[in-house]
């Protein structure tokens, strides 16, 4: 066996590989390309860097949307593009290739991402369940009988399942994530202080100063924008409590997704849940004082993984090295 073995998180927002026990790579899903013909100027760091600074001939985009593939071929494009650039020109042997799906798309979605690494120069493909490999990559036991609940909180879509015996027993998902926390900023600002703001920047004062809680300090952050009434530009301060204000509502969803599968648990595995509580992973879990959040809204501990963002992309690795046990859970592994 030759050949190498990756583990890809395609995400939203990110794009993360794994080889083994290490991540090799994590970068934004970001292509910048020319407007007329189609080609591809820059990819994931760089490409970002662009973003909002280029002249009208090129376009600054993200070719996933909602957690699965929006725009394929520059989908594919930069999937070739970080895969070449883990493993370098010189390739004797192609990969082996293990895929993250969110869970509950579509078959059609599903093979959209399997060809995708197919292209990419992938030899063998599989696809696993998103919370399946966040689990796998938290280190939950998942080959044993108890239940173990996971949260995969992302950029485009925020997932709860329930996992035993190497398979998903319930779960549930909505595309709502870190994005919609970032246009639900842009919306507050715009309402109350007639300022418009970036994507970039609504991000930024999400992850320096805002909470999903009121986390016992306030922070506070400078916001450059456009006045909405004469154009100009205008400086305003904004706080940790305006933050936790502004982001309520997409958070409502997120915690509605873990009590819809807590619904649809087994009464069997329900006091694995209560005793064990529930583990985040996903950039999202990564906002200050989510775990509280969770645990208020649905009485159920919730604790954050050791590596919060890279444990989906960890996790398809480790899910290479027990192929067959996982293909007696996963119809499509
Ligand atoms: N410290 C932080 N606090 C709050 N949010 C954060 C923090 N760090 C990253 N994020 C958010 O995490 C999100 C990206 O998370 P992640 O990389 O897990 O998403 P993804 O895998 O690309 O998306 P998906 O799984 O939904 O397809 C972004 O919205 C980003 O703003
Ligand atoms: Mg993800």
Redesign the pocket.
């Known amino acids: 066996m030759l050949s190498r073995k990756l583990g890809i998180?395609l995400?939203?927002?990110?794009?993360?590989i794994a080889e083994r026990e290490q991540i090799l790579l994590h970068e934004p899903?970001v292509v910048a390309i020319t407007i007329e013909e189609e080609k591809i100027v820059a990819v994931g760091q760089e490409a970002r860097e662009m973003f909002g600074r280029t002249p009208e001939t090129i376009e600054v985009m993200r070719p996933?949307r909602?957690?699965v593939i929006a725009d394929y071929e520059v989908t594919e494009a930069m999937l070739r593009y970080f895969v070449d650039k883990v493993i370098g020109g010189f390739r004797l042997f192609k990969p082996v290739i293990m895929m993250t799906v969110?869970y509950g798309v579509t078959s059609v979605e599903r093979r959209a991402v399997h060809e995708a690494a197919i292209q990419a120069g992938a030899r063998e493909v599989h696809l696993i369940p998103?919370p399946l490999a966040a689990a796998l990559g938290a280190g939950l036991p998942v080959d044993t009988p108890s239940g173990n609940l996971i949260v995969?909180?992302?950029?485009?879509?925020?997932e709860a399942a329930v996992v035993a015996m190497n398979g998903i027993v319930a779960a549930a998902s909505e595309r709502v994530?870190?994005?919609r926390?970032?246009e639900a900023i842009i919306n507050y600002v715009r309402k109350k202080y007639n300022l418009i703001i970036g994507e970039m920047t609504a991000?930024l004062a999400?992850?320096n100063i805002?909470a999903a809680v009121d986390i016992g300090e306030e922070l506070r952050m400078d916001i450059q924008g456009r006045d909405q009434v004469d154009g100009l530009p205008k400086m305003i301060t904004l706080s940790t409590a305006e933050i936790v204000e502004a982001v309520a509502e997409p958070l409502s969803l997120i915690a509605g997704v873990v009590k819809r599968v807590l619904e649809r648990t087994p009464p069997e595995l329900s006091p694995d849940i209560i005793d064990r509580g529930m583990v985040l992973?996903?950039?999202?879990s990564?906002?200050?004082g989510i775990d509280q959040y969770l645990t208020r809204e649905t009485n159920v501990p919730a604790f954050l993984a050791d590596d919060?963002?890279g444990s989906?992309a960890l996790g398809a690795s480790r899910g290479l090295e027990r192929l067959d046990v996982l293909r007696r859970s996963i119809p499509d592994l």
């Open positions: 998180d995400g939203t927002v990110n794009v993360t899903g996933m909602d957690g969110p998103e995969n909180i992302g950029g485009g879509t925020s994530g870190g994005v926390l970032d991000e999400k992850i805002g992973t996903g950039g999202t990564l906002l200050r919060p963002v989906t």
